[in-house]
T-cell receptor, first 112, second 113 residues
Framework: EAGVAQSPRYKIIEKRQSVAFWCNPI?????LYWYQQILGQGPKLLIQ????????DSQLPKDRFSAERLKGVDSTLKIQPAKLEDSAVYLC??????????FGQGTRLTVV | KQEVTQIPAALSVPEGENLVLNCSFT??????LQWFRQDPGKGLTSLLL?????REQTSGRLNASLDKSSGRSTLYIAASQPGDSATYLC????????????FGSGTKLNVKP
């Protein structure tokens, strides 16, 4: 089966610019996650969707981060405006009702 | 709130050695536990998934065990190879919300040729 697809793989932007990441989960997976991973740390959940509804966005910095999942399939995560501390790897994952989770290759964001 | 700890943070072993990575969690009410591998700059690759009713899972040279009552899981790697060098993360799903993950911060493994 096809895996979780993410794009772009790498992005370098200046602070205060905006950026968007895209994720296409595994077909049929109702749950989609966006994680932020800072070097040397475990992934931190930003937002979790169940189909196209938000289940958990308690750690999403809503003043600058937004995410949507249209039609319960693809998802985009946006940062506007970016700060230096947003430099991290952004991971998208999907799973089906508590079963094995699959991760994409991630997007490495560098804010300069 | 569930907390997941992985010790040590880094481990270096010579090639061919058998090794054990540790994962501990504070709340034993879990749905399942999943071990992942992460290569530098890459996403997470699922290695093994242990359901709460299981004691262990095996895949090739990897064996993961689960002891819910003590809040511990171990990942055993037999006959380690340089290609096993990566960061290994464990993630726990709580019984009351099995779509949620709690991650440890990982153990960075270096297998020296």
């Amino acid at each position: 089966e096809a895996g979780v697809a993410q794009s772009p793989r790498y992005k370098i932007i200046e602070k205060r610019q905006s950026v968007a990441f895209w994720c296409n989960p595994i077909s049929g997976h109702a749950t989609l996650y966006w994680y932020q991973q800072i070097l040397g740390q475990g992934p931190k959940l930003l937002i979790q969707f169940q189909n196209n509804g938000v289940v958990d966005d308690s750690q999403l910095p809503k003043d600058r981060f937004s995410a949507e999942r249209l039609k319960g399939v693809d998802s985009t995560l946006k940062i506007q405006p970016a700060k230096l501390e947003d430099s991290a790897v952004y991971l998208c994952a999907s799973s089906s009702s508590g079963q094995r989770a699959f991760f994409g290759q991630g997007t490495r964001l560098t804010v300069v | 709130k569930q907390e997941v700890t992985q010790i040590p943070a880094a481990l270096s072993v010579p090639e061919g050695e058998n090794l054990v990575l540790n994962c501990s969690f504070t709340d034993s009410a879990i749905y399942n536990l999943q071990w992942f591998r992460q290569d530098p700059g890459k996403g997470l690759t699922s290695l093994l998934l242990i359901q709460s009713s299981q004691r262990e899972q095996t895949s090739g040279r990897l064996n993961a065990s689960l002891d819910k009552s003590s809040g511990r899981s171990t990942l055993y790697i037999a006959a380690s190879q340089p290609g096993d060098s990566a960061t290994y993360l464990c993630a726990v799903r709580p019984l009351y919300n099995f779509n949620k993950f709690y991650f440890g911060s990982g153990t960075k493994l270096n297998v020296k040729p």
